[in-house]
């Protein structure tokens, strides 16, 4: 039984920076990857980025890539977002999700479980 927490979101301006923190307990080993998600409203859960166990693998979409950064603290079993350059098109609830295999996944089908999700509104 695994617990997926997200924090830090928030409302920025165009421009500015975010980091959201996915906290994980309820499990004694794991190897499987996780990733982001965001949603906005009226629209599809979309991929943001994954990354796997180690850390050296990481998997970004285009529309974000080059601004957000994924990375894990295996330690502390937490998965973080960097959000820069911030777009007002950014704004949605992100979740953290923990992918059903050691391979990182790009849909949502291939998590199994999910946080609660994390409001980040970003203004023009």
């Known amino acids: 039984q695994v617990q997926l927490v997200e924090s830090g979101g928030g409302l920025v301006q165009a421009g500015g920076s975010l980091r959201l923190s996915c906290a994980a307990s309820?499990?004694?080993?794991?190897?499987?990857?996780m990733g982001w998600f965001r949603q906005a409203p009226g629209k599809e859960r979309e991929f943001v980025a994954a990354?796997?166990?180690?850390?050296?693998?990481?998997y970004y979409a285009d529309s974000v890539k080059g601004r957000f950064i994924i990375s894990r603290d295996t330690a502390k079993n937490t998965v973080y977002l960097q959000m820069n350059s911030l777009k007002p098109e950014d704004t949605a609830v992100y979740y953290c999700?923990?992918?059903?295999?050691?391979?990182?996944?790009?849909?949502?089908?291939?998590?199994?479980?999910w946080g609660q999700g994390t409001q980040v509104t970003v203004s023009s």
């Open positions: 309820g499990r004694t080993s794991s190897a499987n990857a």
């Open positions: 999700a923990l992918d059903k295999f050691a391979v990182p996944g790009t849909q949502v089908g291939d998590y199994d479980t």
């Open positions: 990354i796997n166990w180690s850390g050296r693998s990481t």
